[in-house]
């Protein structure tokens, strides 16, 4: 067929702009579709209709849905894999490739697979490869270059991830009738809604299903309303992936992954026509009689010349009559049903004169050049059960309306109770879960009078559910008698008759699996894979439950159902790595800082200054100077603030905090360290005692809200007689770091004596400095002479202001955190959560001073006691390169020993303090004695040797913190 003859003519093509071509590729041929065209229509306008091999025997595939219900219209898009080409637009440039094979699509050497099929039985994978022992060895590199579909390129660069967080009062899933009717119904109520479509434009089958101007003017007539709304937000090409409790939904659009939180919830997300099975009945050219609809209506597709169409209800014939609008020969009509009903369609088509055969099947069809070229037809004598052929019909095209399937995975994951029906063959709804509604097809409900009316009911009470009281119409009763004919499967004595296109799943693979004893349809799908493939038997559980059922003689419910876990179509790993919303949080110095040249970094969510000035190297050597040999001023507002009051205060901290607290005096501060139950750390800080029952503990920057987390839900337990106040934002801080801190704090004003005798190392005062209250800490996390000054926060660049006018008495410098970070690892502190990871526990972080040993108990102590009694698996040291002229070694990389990983490099810089590249690194444990050498895995694999020597590298007696 050429592209010419496959394009129709308007009004067919509602989502295409005829007037701008677009040109891609695939298997690297150029291929010209038109603006709106998905990569399957531009395909199968181009006469392309082979767009895939199937996973086990690498048949050739094509479309069968048209709504990426399948995996047979799975293709590489660039670096991405699996995309579905029957929803993915079309782009200048696009580079699509056909997953699946071994040489191309035309010419895949897998498709030879099919020849040993017979020694493929169903559940091989399982009894086969793993006696001998050894011979999984062997099939394991086979079966996964076997395995799969796409293919993922590490190298691929990194695409922008985000997430979003939404509210509405009233949720409605699906854009067709009913959900546009439930969206106007809940808005018109006073309810906030959010409509969300996975379709390019919102209509549903009303885009696409007969009948055609009625149709037309009934969603014309609703989107316009909907558009008009202002309580309506649509989103469109979106995908709701899961329903939680509480109405919590899951939600990508994009690459974004929409985090919504809704009042009350509508479900009416509609049906999908369901496969039949007959021998070949995966050859392209085979699909739904939807699928075809959707290829003529919107994308002006010519989906083939001579037809036959599988009918067992009215629909197929609406098919039958848009096949002769596109000019398509309808060569025979086959339904299943032993006579017609009386549907205006039916009348139609018989009014035609096109060959209708009652009480008849598709018992085979047969293929030519990758492709349907006739079918075979046969009586129906029983379910399940065919007579001789009768007939051989000619054609191109197969469409297939047999039945329905309806959408109900999420109201199954938000507590539906659906059961099966068997006098309609479909799932009936039983009861729905408080705050969720279901209207539609998914209800039972598919004339679209009807589903407007059942719309409109759900979404009056969604809006009163969610507190917006309105008149709610009388329930719509059910109309779905009659669509779907019970068990479509027609088992042929020489297979391919297939009941499952992802896994290559046949009807004897079902009977075999069954007859071994997998009779419960969970069972038969873990051993089976049926519905364990892309799709995730979107189109086929149904067969397969049907089939099970019938095989062992038992009721659907006893058979069981599958399971639909989210995600519903599959999120990218990057939807769910993607960055969260992020507030902006910055120090009441900011603006200070930028006025000084500072370079900006995010820490946790506040913005701090990384240095000053526009040379980092040189910056950072400066600034380290200035707090070695004069005085730094660094920003510390960021550091977590918690305030910890009551007559238990000191209690409460020994049971949080490894060290203790009940003896420190009033005025003094303690070292803190928090484990979590498995004994690894989690965070630390100071606890400074302002009274006996008054503490003020400072916590990590990105820890602090896990801290006061964890200190309100251990205390919900404990029931102590304590207060918890987070503080964090209360405070504004600054660290005075350097020999002549001293000299710059009585120079500014302060009514606090910081007398060495007055203000030992590690003691707290309040007072006044600078005329702002305070509370200052004599405490450094760079080693030298150093007060912590934390005053309001709304006084905090009045604060910043007074200490900078010093810089003429004392040369008062500026320090950004990349300074900060290069004084404490001089003084070999670690930072928690660089230098540690989710498994550290404090004996091998060179922590185990900061434990309290007599204590009977604190958090993680019992598990950090059975760690540190086996042998120790890795030492934290600080290390020296023996090589001064060595390239360098970054955050991350390996120590390795004898080509093993040992360990890694957790903090490396070269410090202007000793003139040196210094660092923390794990090592094994034997590494870990002063003198031992190691070996690093530096940049482009160049081996570094390095030296372990004892920590802090700079001032170990601590003379300077003590002056």
């Known amino acids: 067929m050429t592209a010419a003859a496959a394009r129709l003519p308007a009004p067919f093509g509602r989502l295409i702009d005829r007037s701008r071509p677009v040109t891609f590729s695939f298997e690297g041929r150029e291929v010209t579709g038109l603006h ?11 006469g392309q209709w082979m767009l895939s091999r199937s996973f086990k025997y690498h048949r050739p595939r094509g479309v069968v849905s048209a709504a990426g219900l399948d995996a047979n ?77 796409g293919t993922v390129d590490p190298k691929t660069p990194h695409a922008r991830f985000d997430k979003a967080y939404l509210f509405a009062d009233v949720a409605v899933i699906g854009g067709g009738a009913a959900g546009l009717a439930a969206a106007l119904a809940a808005a018109e109520a006073g309810a906030e809604v959010l409509l969300i479509d996975d379709a390019v434009a919102a209509g549903g089958a009303l885009l696409w299903a007969r009948p055609g101007v009625a149709r037309d003017a009934m969603i014309d007539a609703l989107v316009a309303r909907v558009a008009a709304t202002p309580r309506i937000t649509v989103l469109d090409q979106a995908t709701c992936q899961g329903l939680f409790a509480d109405n919590w939904l899951s939600v990508t659009r994009g690459n974004r992954l929409n985090k919504v939180r809704a009042g009350a919830v509508v479900v009416a997300t509609g049906a999908h026509e369901q496969p039949a099975v007959f021998r070949n009945n995966d050859l392209p050219g085979i699909m739904l009689g939807s699928a075809a609809q959707r290829l003529m209506a919107l994308h002006a597709v010519r989906p083939g010349q001579r037809a036959v169409v599988l009918a067992a209800n009215a629909d197929a014939y609406g098919v039958a009559l848009d096949l002769l609008d596109a000019g398509v020969e309808v060569a025979a009509i086959a339904d299943l049903r032993p006579a017609l009903g009386d549907d205006p369609r039916e009348n139609a088509v018989a009014a035609c004169g096109l060959p209708i055969r009652t009480g008849t099947a598709i018992a085979e069809a047969l293929a030519g050049g990758n492709h349907v070229r006739a079918v075979r ?92 009281p309105c008149d709610i119409p009388a329930a719509v009763a059910p109309d779905d008698a009659g669509l779907t004919y019970p068990q479509p499967v027609f088992p042929h004595p020489r297979g391919k008759d297939f009941v499952d296109f992802d896994e290559d799943i046949q009807v004897h693979d079902v ?23 892309p799709s995730q038997g979107k189109l086929t559980n149904a067969l397969v439950q049907g089939l099970l059922s019938r095989q062992t003689g038992s009721a659907p419910p006893t058979v069981g159902t599958v399971t639909i876990r989210p995600p519903i179509t599959g999120e990218k ?86 060290w203790t607290y009940a003896g420190l005096p009033v005025g003094r501060l303690r070292y803190v360290l928090m484990l979590d139950e498995t004994g690894a750390i989690i965070d630390d800080g100071v606890a400074a005692r302002l009274h006996e029952r008054h503490f003020y503990v400072t916590a990590t920057t990105g820890g602090v809200d896990r801290v006061f987390r964890l200190m309100q839900f251990f205390n919900a337990q404990w029931r102590m007689q304590v207060d918890i106040a987070q503080v964090t934002a209360a405070y504004a801080g600054v660290n005075l770091i350097g020999p002549r801190s001293r000299e710059v704090l009585q120079s500014v004003g302060c009514d606090i004596d910081v007398s060495p005798a007055a203000f030992p190392y590690l003691g707290v005062r309040t007072g006044t400095v600078a005329g702002i209250p305070a509370r200052v800490l004599r405490v450094g996390f760079g080693g030298e002479l150093g007060y912590e000054i934390h005053v309001p926060s709304s006084r905090g660049a009045e604060l910043w202001d007074a200490l900078m006018a010093a810089r003429g008495a004392a040369g008062v410098r500026p320090v950004g955190v990349e300074a900060q970070r290069v004084l404490r690892l001089e003084k ?38 059975a760690l540190e009694a086996k042998p120790p698996a890795r030492r934290l040291v600080g290390f020296e390169l023996t090589d001064a002229a060595a390239p360098g070694p970054a955050e991350n990389h390996l120590v390795i020993r004898g080509g093993d990983i040992v360990g890694r490099v957790t903090s490396v810089a070269r410090s202007p303090t000793l003139g040196r590249v210094i660092g923390l690194a794990f090592v094994a444990p034997d590494q870990a004695e002063p003198g031992s050498l190691f070996q690093i895995r530096g940049p482009r694999g160049v081996m570094i040797e390095a030296r372990v020597v004892p920590t802090p590298f700079y001032d170990p007696d601590n003379a300077r913190q003590k002056a």
């Open 377 to 468: 037809l046969a009586p129906v004598l029983a379910p399940g059960k065919l007579g001789p052929v009768t007939e051989t019909v000619a054609c191109d095209l197969v469409c297939v309306s047999v039945g329905y399937v309806p959408l109900t995975q999420l109201l199954s994951q938000g507590g539906a109770r659906l059961v099966p029906d068997a006098a309609t063959c479909l799932p009936r709804l039983a009861s729905l879960s408080e705050g969720l509604f279901a209207a539609g097809a998914v209800r039972g409900v598919w004339r679209p009078e009807a589903a407007i009316a059942d719309g409109t009911r759900a979404g009056r009470e969604a809006a009163a559910y969610a507190g917006h």
């Open 36 to 46: 709106g065209d998905t990569i399957a229509s531009a395909l199968a306008a181009s």
């Open 511 to 533: 009977v075999d699996a069954a007859a071994m004893g997998w009779d419960h349809i969970q069972l038969l799908k873990r051993f089976t894979t049926a519905g364990m493939g």
């Open 73 to 149: 219209a799975m293709v590489q898009v660039g670096a991405e894999p699996n995309v579905t080409a029957d929803t993915r637009a079309i782009a200048p440039g696009l580079q699509v490739t056909a997953v699946n094979t071994f040489g191309g699509l035309a010419h895949d050497k897998g498709r030879f697979l099919g020849v040993f099929s017979r020694f493929m039985p169903v559940g091989f994978y399982y009894r086969s490869f793993y006696t001998p022992r050894v011979a999984w060895k062997f099939w394991e590199p086979v079966i996964r270059r076997l395995a799969g579909l």
């Open 828 to 865: 070999g502190h670690i930072i928690v959560g660089q230098d540690t990871d989710s498994l550290t526990h404090p004996a091998e972080a060179g922590l185990a001073w900061a434990v309290g040993r007599k204590k009977v108990d604190f958090i993680g102590k019992a598990a950090m006691d």
């Open 573 to 658: 790993l990057g939807h769910l790595a993607g960055r969260s919303f992020e507030p902006v949080r910055r120090t009441p110095m900011h603006a200070r800082h930028l006025a000084a040249g500072a370079k900006m970094m995010t820490a946790g969510l506040w913005m701090r200054p990384a240095w000053y000035g526009p040379d980092r190297d040189a910056a950072i050597t400066a600034e380290v100077t200035a707090a070695r040999q004069s005085v730094g001023m660094i920003d510390v507002s960021t550091l977590g603030g918690l305030d910890i009051r009551g007559p238990e205060a000191a209690a409460f901290l020994e049971r949080i905090y490894a």
